[in-house]
């Protein structure tokens, strides 16, 4: 069975710290997909990132990276210089890889970040 | 903005009663995908509508039922509501037939069931 895990329920940090999420998952697939989310309080889930298990090549996009490591099945995000903006919870997905893009996603349960100015 | 739009955004039910939500997906998105998402969880999958058809579903009871119309939109009806149903349904969408593509969410429908 699929399953994403992320154990940090919450994590609070002063405005300009670096911050890193951690997700680990579960799955028998040799094929899979990796997703990261954010959710403001709008509730509106915004998409970050999508990585292939193929692609072990880690990423950045300004301010974040990624780090995908298949040999300990983690997906990890790093915000760097964090801001107040960045605060919301944080979601790690799963998916099975359809070739259709069909993507039905496992979700983690999820980290709420606080960026205290 | 992802271009889904959900409707409504709030509203509050009596449990045994039923609710009809609608999410029109981003345009040329022709899958639509319906997620559960209890308060301080994380979203569930329910199913997802291809064509007009179901296309997997998740551990849902038969009382979760939906609809795709042709031009991709789509609705999910709950029967009987139950005071666990109580949560953030969200709706996202999806092209078909390219690796490339990704999946965006609407900003959901926040059901209150007392």
């Known amino acids: 069975a699929q399953k994403v895990t992320q154990a940090q329920t919450e994590i609070s940090v002063v405005e300009k710290e670096d911050v890193t999420l951690d997700c680990v998952y579960e799955?028998?697939?040799?094929?899979?997909?990796l997703f990261w989310y954010k959710q403001p309080p709008s509730g509106e889930l915004v998409f970050l990132i999508r990585r292939n298990s193929f692609d072990e090549q880690n990423e950045i996009s300004g301010r974040y990276s990624w780090n995908f490591q298949k040999s300990t099945s983690s997906f990890n995000f790093t915000i760097t210089a964090s801001q107040v903006v960045d605060s919301a919870v944080y979601f790690c997905?799963?998916?099975?890889?359809?070739?259709?893009?069909?993507?039905?996603?496992?979700f983690g349960s999820g980290t709420r970040l606080l960026v205290r100015p | 903005e992802t271009g889904v739009t959900q409707s409504p955004t709030h509203l509050i039910k009596t449990r045994g009663q039923q609710v009809t939500l609608r999410c029109s997906s981003q345009s040329g998105h022709n899958t639509v995908s319906w997620y559960q998402q209890a308060l301080g969880q994380g979203p569930q999958f329910i199913f997802q509508?291809?064509?007009?058809?179901?296309?997997g579903r998740g551990n849902f009871p038969p009382r979760f039922s939906g609809l795709q119309f042709p031009n991709y939109s789509s609705e999910l009806n709950v029967n009987a509501l139950e005071l666990d149903d109580s949560a953030l349904y969200l709706c996202a969408s999806s092209p078909r037939g390219h690796s490339g593509n990704t999946i965006y969410f609407g900003e959901g429908s926040w059901l209150t069931v007392v």
């Open positions: 799955t028998r697939d040799t094929t899979y997909y």
């Open positions: 997905a799963l998916s099975e890889s359809p070739m259709d893009s069909s993507y039905k996603l496992i």
């Open positions: 509508y291809y064509r007009e058809e179901e296309n």
